[in-house]
Every structure is written in structure tokens, then in C-alpha cells.
């Protein structure tokens, strides 16, 4: 059932919870994410980066996303994670895009400003929902970055509540990803999370539904922490990627010599580990497990 970005944080505002956001790399991600979302009955958010074009044009795997979606058994929202450009954010919503995520943390705050604004004006021309990033992750979403600046300059990964409250105000969007010290990709070190952050942007914009970026490796306890202090979406990918290429070496060292290799049995084995991965982290996310 595909729903719109704002629709499933409603859900997951009235059940307290963060919805996972996943990445859709490809063909098999998409089936190991809409099946752990199904087995557990619970909504998901599947997302595409304009930073994964090199990987599967949007073109190609958008209409693929939106397809499964819709037969989906559970709320599922199709979502642009860091689009970069309107450009790209255009191409997104009519593919049927039912949220879009502007990035503008690396510009200038007016600049980011009124991008943002305008991302939610196109927007609301196909029904779709908004999200917006302020501050920075320290490194951007395909794991590449600034040489570690994130991990030492607190003014590039904390968002400043006050700021926000006028930045989600004057924008109109749905939901911000909010910087409390996580970062995307692989932690180098243990990650400086600060809740209060996230608590007090949600007191200053009435309540905006938190977005949590490099959700991954972060622990179950910090997981629930950020639940309770009002994150509504967490953005999981890199470790669910690994799963699926460990489940491949697994695959691969336990061929007997002179076995042939299949293709077929590779993706069969990294989607059903990728599935179990997923499960795992939405258990946490709903407060399951």
C-alpha cells in the first residue's frame, strides 16, 4: 500500500515508534525489505539516493519501487533520499515519489533555505511529502567525506534547535533530518549522540518528526533513546549492505573445489541474509526487541 512521507510518520507519531528508511540498491534489496516489512506487519520506507545513479538509474528502479509499493501488504512510502538537486527531485515525483528529501546541508543556510521552500511547492503539485536536512552528517550519504571534520567540529553535527523551529516553519516540511552527532556509512569511532538535540528541536517546531541519518552501528539502547527523545524515521543501510556481502563470502568459501559459481545462488543468498538484517533493525525500531 503506498502512502505518502507525512502519512507514515503519523503512524509512527501515534504508535511512538521510527519507521525504518531503507536504501533500494537494486532489485533483490527491494525484495528482502518489503518482505522483512511484511513478515512483521509493519510499515517501511524504501528510498533511492541521487547518490546510487551510478549503481541503477532512477529511472529504471523508480518505477520498479513504486510498482512493489503499491502490492504491498503494509504502509509504504517511496522516498528520494538526499536529492541534490530539483532536477532530480522532479524526476523523483513523477516517477510517483511519495516523499522527497532536499539536501542542502552543505550549502548556505539561505541557500538551503530557499530550495528547501521551493522543494515543497513542487511537492505539493503531486501529493507528496517533504523532507529537509539541517546541519551535517560529517561525511555524505555514499560514505565518502570531509576527512573526519564531523567527528571533531560540533557546529557541523549538531542542529541548533532555535534555528530549526524558523528553518521548519517558514519551509512547510514534513519531516527534518535532524544532526545529533550520527554520521553515514562505517562509525570510525564510538558516536557522540546528543538526545537533547533532538528533544529540543522537537519542542521549538511543534513537534516535527526527527529524522535519524547513518542510522547504522548505532546501539540497540542509543536506538531506543533516540525513539523516546522523538526521532520517527531512521535511515539504515550500511549495515544491512554488509549482510549481504558476507552472505555472499559465506556462499562462496563453502563451494567445494571446482564447483561452479552461479550468479542466481549469489543474490538468492545476500537477499535472504539482507531480509534477516532488516527484520532485526526494525524490531528495534518499533520497540520490539
Given amino acids: 500500500m503506498l502512502v505518502t512521507l507525512k502519512e507514515i510518520m503519523e503512524i509512527a507519531e501515534e504508535k511512538n515508534i521510527a519507521i525504518g528508511s531503507f536504501n533500494a540498491s537494486g532489485l533483490e534489496a527491494i525484495e528482502a525489505e518489503l518482505a522483512a516489512a511484511e513478515e512483521l506487519n509493519l510499515p517501511i520506507i524504501i528510498q533511492f539516493a541521487q547518490c546510487h545513479e551510478p549503481w541503477i538509474p532512477l ?61 515543497v511547492q513542487m511537492a505539493k503539485k503531486y501529493g507528496a511529502s517533504v523532507e529537509a536536512e539541517l546541519g551535517s552528517m560529517g ?49 570510525l569511532t564510538e558516536p557522540k549522540l546528543d538526545f537533547g538535540v533532538v528533544r529540543n528541536v522537537r519542542s521549538k517546531t511543534g513537534n516535527i518528526p526527527v529524522v535519524m541519518h547513518g542510522g547504522s552501528g548505532v546501539s540497540t539502547e542509543d536506538y531506543h533513546k533516540a525513539v523516546e527523545a522523538g526521532v520517527r524515521k531512521i535511515n539504515y543501510f550500511t549495515y544491512m549492505d554488509k549482510s549481504g556481502g558476507a552472505a555472499v563470502v559465506d556462499y562462496l568459501n563453502g563451494l567445494k573445489d571446482g564447483e561452479p559459481v552461479f550468479f542466481s545462488s549469489i543474490f538468492m543468498a545476500a537477499r535472504e541474509a539482507m531480509k534477516e538484517n532488516v527484520k532485526s533493525a526494525m524490531k528495534v525500531f518499533a520497540g520490539i526487541e
Avoid at 59 to 87: F, R, W, Y
Avoid at 145 to 168: C, H, M, Q, R
Fill in 139 to 187: 561525511k555524505r550519504e555514499s560514505g565518502a567525506g570531509d576527512d573526519g571534520a564531523g567527528v571533531n567540529d560540533e557546529t557541523k553535527i549538531y542542529t541548533d534547535p532555535e534555528l530549526a523551529a524558523k528553518f521548519v516553519a517558514e519551509t512547510g516540511i514534513d519531516a527534518l533530518a535532524c544532526s545529533f552527532g550520527t554520521t553515514h556509512g562505517i562509525y
Fill in 59 to 119: 529511472a529504471t528502479i523508480g518505477p520498479i519501487m513504486v510498482d512493489m509499493a503499491k502490492k504491498a501488504s503494509v504502509p509504504v512510502c517511496v522516498h528520494l533520499d538526499h536529492g541534490e538537486t530539483l532536477d532530480y527531485l522532479e524526476q523523483a515525483l513523477e516517477l510517483g515519489f511519495t516523499g522527497i528529501m532536499y539536501d542542502g546541508s552543505t550549502l548556505p543556510y539561505e541557500e538551503n533555505f530557499e530550495n528547501t521552500k521551493k522543494a
